[in-house]
């Protein structure tokens, strides 16, 4: 298809309380949006998910921006026929900045599956049609306001609990948390906070029976995630560190991980984020689906990823209701713990144009 018009905007969506971890506490969340439009009409919808400063990957909002409008749409915009599988091909001479070659990708996806009359969860092989429903629990101000967050969650049915940990927050309030709930399926995310040196504090973690340590180390530190490996029992989960297929082949190499988290815009899109998924598969590794804060058209297409068959642990697939007070389409609403699967066609959620307007603070329409 001829693409004819891109529409880039961003918006600053409110969050329901500030979100704290390791990389920054963010208050409300910055979120650059596209529409892609091809010469007939058609369109599709799809949500960048860097954040607004360089601190969780070197992506951020205003680069990205940049990045697109002065690259990657004048590449795009001269392509005669273009299909969502094209675009990782046609990019790739750019280096780095998966999350902003995702947005493409997905936008186009939405399009291609509205004309073809098919749902995402479909194309992407999905097998349920409702998954699990995981929740991440920022860092508090205190261990008494953490114990409320925690279960207000699990009152609210969340079948497993995440903890966001960091130098000074970690063995003290991960005991809290299990010691109020023994059987509450929960695991902690250091966000590359820790060091080489810190295998025996995070081995202290082994007696609370966590899921995972999640990137305890640098995202550059496979080898270190292999050492640490063999200091702890609770087994390494990877999230920073899997940026790609290749990436994930070698981390499983050394041993570095036994269990991966799938973000599709760290790894560049859906189609690469599927071929890791079947990797794992294929490995005996469980899976699970990260979340990056996204809005209801990102949480409908994580949502549609984590029904594929190697997603064996509930994901950061949390309710709307969660994040934001009003999302900017209909919202995810959990039901006994588990969200359904989108089965409209495209990603399965389309944006209310009236509210992302007026939460609206860039608007720009390229046209070929």
């Known amino acids: 298809m001829k693409i004819a018009e891109l529409e880039l905007r961003t918006i600053q969506l409110p969050l329901v309380r500030p979100f704290r971890t390791s990389f920054g506490t963010q208050y409300s969340r910055e979120v650059l949006m596209l529409r892609m439009t091809d010469v007939d009409g058609n369109f599709g919808w799809s949500e960048c998910v860097a954040m607004s400063e360089p601190l969780y990957s070197p992506e951020y909002v205003a680069a990205s921006l940049d990045l697109m409008k002065r690259f990657f749409i004048p590449t795009l915009f001269a392509e005669a026929d273009l299909r969502a599988e094209s675009i990782a091909p046609l990019l790739s001479p750019f280096l780095g900045s998966p999350m902003a070659k995702a947005t493409f990708e997905t936008a186009l996806l939405d399009m291609q599956l509205k004309i073809e009359g098919r749902s995402l969860a479909d194309f992407l092989g999905a097998n349920r049609t409702k998954i699990p429903c995981g929740v991440s629990v920022g860092i508090a101000p205190s261990i008494p306001e953490l114990i409320e967050e925690v279960a207000g969650y699990i009152k609210d049915g969340y079948k497993r609990i995440k903890l966001k940990i960091e130098p000074g927050w970690d063995v003290e309030p991960v005991a809290e948390v299990r010691s109020n709930w023994p059987d509450i399926p929960l695991q902690v995310d250091a966000n590359q ?37 063999t200091q702890v029992n609770t087994p390494i989960c990877l999230d920073e560190s899997i940026v790609s297929l290749r990436a994930a082949e070698d981390a499983l190499a050394m041993k570095a991980t036994t269990v991966i988290n799938i973000k599709p815009g760290r790894v560049g899109g859906y189609l690469e984020a599927v071929k890791i998924h079947d990797l794992c598969v294929n490995e005996g590794i469980p899976v699970w689906c990260g979340g990056m804060l996204e809005t209801g058209i990102g949480r409908a297409a994580n949502v549609a990823l984590a029904a594929l068959p190697g997603f064996t642990l509930p994901g950061d697939t949390s309710a709307s209701s969660r994040f934001f007070k009003q999302d900017i389409t209909d919202p995810f609403v959990m039901k006994d713990g588990y969200l359904d699967v989108p089965n409209t066609i495209g990603v399965g959620r389309t944006p209310d144009l009236e509210f992302l307007d007026s939460i609206t603070t860039y608007k720009e329409t390229i046209r070929s």
């Open 193 to 229: 906070a820790y060091s080489r040196s810190d295998g025996e504090l995070l081995a202290k973690l082994d007696a609370f029976e966590l899921l995972l340590i999640e990137q305890p180390l640098d995202e550059h530190d496979i080898l270190g995630h292999a050492q640490l490996a």
